[in-house]
């Protein structure tokens, strides 16, 4: 990489291919586009379309809907049709299903070149994506590596799932396919990381959908994919995330957002700054923080919202914050920005946040 006018060496999304995923771009120095998939069943459109708004009021940009059987195309294609965000066609095993995805709709593909059916196929696939003028993810995970690279012992598994994507990719760009989004994914963090490092360097303009797969419950979940996809969005890497969880799909979403936000590269909503209790704390400051946070659950605007158990951890060491409480004996002292505001009792602080959240949101 050669150095960029700070003398910094550019980051890796910002060299990679620009893709477009319906009219979201993913690539070439964009934003890293949250994305999360879609569990209702897959023959039941209506069921689809209803969890798409819950995501997209959640955050979500991109949706992938898994077509499990031929028959679950007619509803993929009316979820295509109505959805107001992108649908990824996420396929296993029949090539068919994907051709017919990108025919009716699909704003990309997601394959494994792997499991559908070889290369024959697989170029059938790049054909139909290619006439329908959409892009394909390589999706590669740990436990559906090629049988002969899985038996290589001179290769760790981050090196054998880094080789399946360049090899496919390879494959797609000798027939003149570039508009490729990749992944290789594994439960184990590191080994996760640093997959992503060595396709990164490896294949800087190809680029990635990072994510731990299958990394469990919710805070088990959270977690694990804070944990790596937080490196590797510190290092530059990864243009389209998704955070796995055994849980309901907007947790996802809601869970992205916050790791995004943490590491200051997108913000949509509120970030609470909230103290741990002691024995100085005079309120139910567990269940106050709580209640904030459930009437925040709508606000989209970035700001930083206080929730301090005592004047020790009050204005002070959250005078940065747009809008805070520090709590005393049964009440608290609403402030912004350092400047104290007015005092109200404990059971009035949530009502009166949300009306100085309101004048913010107003001047906005």
């Not at 940009?61 to 679950?72: D, K, L, Q, S, T």
């Not at 792997?114 to 006439?131: P, Y």
């Not at 200051?264 to 103290?275: A, K, M, Q, T, V």
Request: charged share 25%; net charge negative; with cysteine.
């Amino acid at each position: 990489m050669t150095n960029n006018a700070s003398g910094r060496a550019p980051k890796p999304n910002t060299l990679t291919h620009r893709v477009m995923v319906g009219d979201v771009p993913m690539g070439g120095g964009a934003p890293c586009v949250v994305q999360s998939m879609l569990n209702a069943p897959a023959d039941d459109a209506a069921a689809n379309l209803a969890q798409i708004d819950a995501l997209v009021e959640a955050g979500c940009e991109v949706v992938r809907m898994a077509i499990p059987r031929r028959a679950c195309l007619d509803a993929f294609e009316e979820v295509c049709a109505k959805s107001p965000i992108p649908v990824v066609a996420d396929i296993h095993f029949d090539a068919q299903i994907a051709i017919e995805a990108a025919r009716r709709g699909a704003a990309k593909l997601r394959i494994n070149p792997g499991n559908i059916g070889g290369w024959e196929k697989t170029d059938s696939v790049i054909e139909a994506a290619r006439e329908a003028g959409i892009p394909i993810r390589i999706g590669v995970n740990a436990g559906s590596l090629d049988e002969a690279l899985k038996a290589r012992t001179d290769l760790t598994l981050p090196e054998k799932l880094a080789a399946s994507v360049q090899e496919y990719v390879a494959h797609f760009e000798e027939r003149g396919f570039y508009d490729v989004v990749a992944s290789a994914k594994a439960h184990d963090v590191m080994t996760t990381v640093e997959t992503y490092r060595i396709l990164a360097r490896e294949i800087p303009r190809v680029p990635l959908h990072i994510g731990v797969t299958e990394a469990g419950t919710l805070l088990q979940g959270v977690v694990k994919s804070a944990s790596g996809l937080g490196i590797l969005l510190e290092e530059g890497i990864g243009d389209t995330m998704r955070i796995s969880l055994t849980d309901e799909p907007a947790a996802e979403v809601r869970a992205c957002w916050m790791l995004l936000s943490a590491l200051d590269l997108r913000r949509r909503g509120p970030e609470i700054i909230s103290c741990p209790t002691c024995g100085r704390c005079q309120v139910d400051l567990i269940d106050l923080a709580k209640r904030v946070d459930e009437r925040l659950a709508r606000c989209t605007a970035p700001i930083k919202v206080a929730v301090m158990g005592c004047v020790v951890n009050g204005p002070g060491e959250a005078a940065d914050a747009d809008l805070g409480v520090a709590c005393g004996a049964g009440s608290g002292v609403i402030f912004a920005k350092g400047k104290v505001l007015r005092k109200v009792d404990e059971g009035g602080i949530v009502d009166a946040l949300s009306e100085e959240i309101e004048k913010l949101e107003i001047k906005g």
